[in-house]
Nanobody
Framework: VQLQASGGGLMQAGGSLRLSCAAS????????????MGWFRQTPGKERDLVAA????????YYADSVGGRFAISRDNAKNTVYLQMNSLKPEDTAIYYC????????????????WGQGTLVTVSS
């Protein structure tokens, strides 16, 4: 099974980026819709924190307080892909962003996720 994150880059404050995470292989191939997906971010010396999450059906969403109203998570089960639309970016959004998967319902701790993408770097300049 594989999660491939993409879409990171360098952006000025106030700009937008959209991250994508494509799932493939194993159980993702025929049951991606059974998985909750999360986007985490991490900066040097800090823990990996949950930024946004979506449950298996897309009917339940979570956003960290720091990104609420600016970020939007969505999924396209037909494409086995989850997205993170990031608007009004701030320098403090600078981090490596990881997508992760676990069965059905999302959890807030990185240790509750079973599968991880490789990370994509987002840098926001002031």
């Amino acid at each position: 099974v594989q999660l491939q994150a993409s879409g990171g880059g360098l952006m000025q404050a106030g700009g937008s980026l959209r991250l994508s995470c494509a799932a493939s292989g194993g159980s993702f191939s025929h049951s991606f819709s059974n998985y909750a997906m999360g986007w985490f971010r991490q900066t040097p010396g800090k823990e990996r924190d949950l930024v946004a999450a979506i449950n298996w059906s897309g009917g339940s969403l979570y956003y960290a307080d720091s990104v609420g109203g600016r970020f939007a998570i969505s999924r396209d089960n037909a494409k086995n892909t989850v997205y993170l639309q990031m608007n009004s970016l701030k320098p403090e959004d600078t981090a490596i962003y990881y997508c992760a998967a676990r069965n059905y319902q999302y959890r807030s701790s990185w240790s509750d996720y079973d599968y991880w993408g490789q990370g994509t770097l987002v840098t926001v300049s002031s």
